[in-house]
């Protein structure tokens, strides 16, 4: 008898460590995710559709969900970094920081086509 607290204890906090890691995980995995949007419609709203849908405002402007067809967005983050820059005078050069360019892709991977 004393030993089925011992053997409950075994079964249950597997389980309830493992909801402590999964939750902390997706509510950041949110919070990337809406600061990547933020970051998007403030560096990238103005030209550049930036949702699952819609027209570009500028339409020389590819939409951002179909950037993924043309970078690798593991790589992108490196590219986000070291500075995002294009032969398109209207262009402007943006520098992430590690952070900023991390959320870029988590929300970048929400939207792809």
Same mark, same amino acid.
């Given at each position: 008898m004393k030993r089925l607290p011992l053997i409950a204890a075994a079964l249950v906090f597997p389980l309830l460590a493992a909801a402590l890691v999964y939750l902390p995980f997706t509510a950041h995995a949110q919070v990337s995710e809406k600061h990547g949007r933020a970051l998007a419609i403030e560096f990238c709203g103005a030209c550049h559709a930036i949702d699952k849908s819609g027209?570009? /405002?500028? /339409?020389?402007a590819p939409p951002?969900?179909?950037?993924?067809?043309?970078? *690798?967005? *593991?790589?992108?983050? *490196?590219r986000l970094q070291s500075g995002v820059a294009s032969d398109h005078p209207d262009m402007p050069e943006v520098k992430f920081s590690e952070r900023d360019a991390r959320d870029m892709r988590a929300y970048l991977r929400t939207i792809q086509q």
């Open positions: 027209a570009s /405002p500028k /339409p020389e951002l969900r179909a950037i993924g067809q043309s970078y *690798d967005l *593991d790589g992108f983050v *490196d």
